[in-house]
């Protein structure tokens, strides 16, 4: 309930800046609305937004299982966190543009090059997430494990993973924001498809419905996925913890 | 199945640099099915004692030694339980191949019937010692050992949980180690009873008592007691016999 206020309170006050900004800069709701469905309706929408999402599955994922390798690694092996560190700060620092446009440059106008470039802007913030999961493991409940000879798999799955589980999902949260915002920049300056791709258009064409047809599809989409996997997900993972009043 | 420790000493690093000798000789054994108590002023040097002796730390000096692969039940003095797991998951965890009439029995000793399925989170200090306990006695160990499993309880409650580790462990006749502080509990619980000195520990005395737990009546008790504590206030380093 609240929700659907707190969406109509965004709608309205779209509409009331739409009638002081003009229809030039800001179409009011049912314009963009028309755009939307037109593009629904050719099948473009869907196309772009699949191809978007395809991406951003593919380096998500990808970052997140490398980082949260690496993170534990770093969080468990001195050396290796010594070895890591320079290079974790070097790319945590590199702006996400720098990366996208060497990717493009070095592995050409390919898939594989914005998809690596996605991958390696996120790499580094899960990397320090899961690095700091692995820090934070309970040495009690490592002493515990030893001396009750938990077998490697559940004590992984049963000691380790569940520490671990905040910090996963901490870093997929922040990792998930990121990815949104970069893939659309990776695709604006090397892609011929996608939101990111559309916008761009929108944008050389001055057509300001289409391009608030597509970010706000887009928008609809984060927040879908938001909802749908990453809070039930959330909720699983504390479902131990004694509930706040 | 037979211990034997024989541990020279053993140092702590403080994070300031200084050295701490925690341990300055210790010596004993215990037989299979002997139930051994390590009485002992609070931070003598006992938990760390046990962690050696459990296979935790190998950073001393002198000689441990116990089967290699014994299986080990371990209760440590917080209860160390998996906040994310089920009272039962937890036990059945770390003794996987403990089968359900088993598993009831002992849930029935420790009156944790009614907790199966809560969280340790939502349980008392006194019902998590009980998880711990259902744990350690689930592996069915050959080397026990128990770290203070009745400290910080009421008195009414540590006779009770006291009862049921004596019910548990007349059952089994499993080679036992108990830490504690208590003397009531050592001659209650032990057979055999070994005074520590302050810190570094030492050996001050090794004390069998040869009347079975249950034949124990409450004047021998008292008698074992009080020679315990002429031991100990006898000692050239004074403490308090508590």
């Known amino acids: 309930m609240a929700r659907l206020l707190s969406f109509a309170m965004f709608v309205a006050i779209w509409w009331i800046a739409s009638l002081f900004a003009g229809d030039a800069k800001l ?65 945590l620092n590199l702006p996400a543009l720098v990366v996208i ?52 798999w559940s004590r992984f799955r049963h000691v380790i993973l569940p520490q671990l589980s905040p910090y996963i999902a901490a870093a997929a949260r922040s990792g998930l924001s990121l990815v949104w915002k ?18 761009g258009v929108a944008f050389q064409l001055f057509d300001i419905p289409l391009l608030l047809a597509y970010s706000l599809s887009f928008a609809a989409v984060v927040l879908l996925i938001e909802t749908l996997l990453v809070q039930p997900f959330e909720a699983r993972a504390s479902r131990w913890r004694p509930r706040a009043a | 199945m037979r211990l034997e420790v024989e541990i020279a000493s053993k140092t702590f690093k403080s994070a300031a640099g200084e050295q701490h000798d925690v341990i300055a000789g210790v010596a004993f054994a215990l037989n299979a099915g002997e139930v051994g108590v390590l009485v002992g002023p609070s931070g003598c040097g006992k938990s760390t004692m046990l962690r050696i002796l459990a296979g935790l730390d190998p950073d001393f000096q002198g000689r441990v030694s116990r089967p290699a692969g014994a299986r080990i039940g371990f209760v440590f003095q917080e209860p160390r339980l998996l906040p994310w797991r089920s009272v039962e998951e937890n036990v059945r ?27 340790p989170g939502e349980l008392s200090l006194g019902l998590a010692r009980r998880v711990a306990l259902a744990r350690a006695f689930a592996v ?24 049921e580790i004596a019910m548990l462990i007349d059952g089994r006749s499993v080679m036992t180690l108990l830490v504690t502080h208590d003397v009531d509990d050592a001659v209650r619980l032990g057979d055999r009873v070994i005074l520590l000195s302050p810190r570094p520990a030492r050996v001050l005395a090794d004390l069998p008592i040869r009347t079975p737990r249950s034949a124990r009546g409450e004047v021998e008790i008292a008698a074992i007691k009080s020679e315990i504590m002429r031991r100990i206030d006898g000692c050239p380093t004074k403490q308090d016999g508590s």
């Open chain 1, 27 to 91: 179409p009011p709701p049912p314009t963009v609305l028309t755009a939307m469905i037109a593009e629904a309706r050719s099948g473009d929408l869907f196309f772009h937004l699949g191809a978007t999402l395809a991406r951003v599955t593919l380096a998500f994922t990808l970052a997140m299982a490398l980082g949260s390798a690496i993170g534990y690694l770093m969080g468990r092996v001195r050396l290796a966190d010594r070895l890591g560190d320079p290079w974790l700060i070097l790319l």
């Open chain 1, 101 to 152: 446009v060497l990717a493009y440059i070095w592995a050409g106008l390919t898939e594989v090059a914005a998809i690596a470039a996605i991958a390696i802007n996120k790499l580094p913030t899960a990397v320090v997430t899961l690095r700091e999961g692995a820090r934070a493991l309970d040495a009690a409940l490592d002493e515990m494990a030893t001396v009750f000879a938990l077998p490697r």
């Open chain 1, 182 to 199: 970069i893939v659309l920049v990776a695709e604006l300056l090397g892609r011929p498809n996608g939101v990111g791709f559309e916008i």
């Open chain 2, 93 to 119: 965890l770390a003794a996987p191949l403990a089968d359900e009439p088993k598993l009831s029995a002992l849930f029935e000793i420790l009156e944790l019937k009614a907790h199966r399925n809560h969280f």
């Open chain 2, 140 to 163: 069915e160990p050959e080397f026990l050992i128990l770290d203070e499993p009745l400290a910080s309880l009421d008195a009414a409650l540590a006779s009770r949980l006291r009862d």
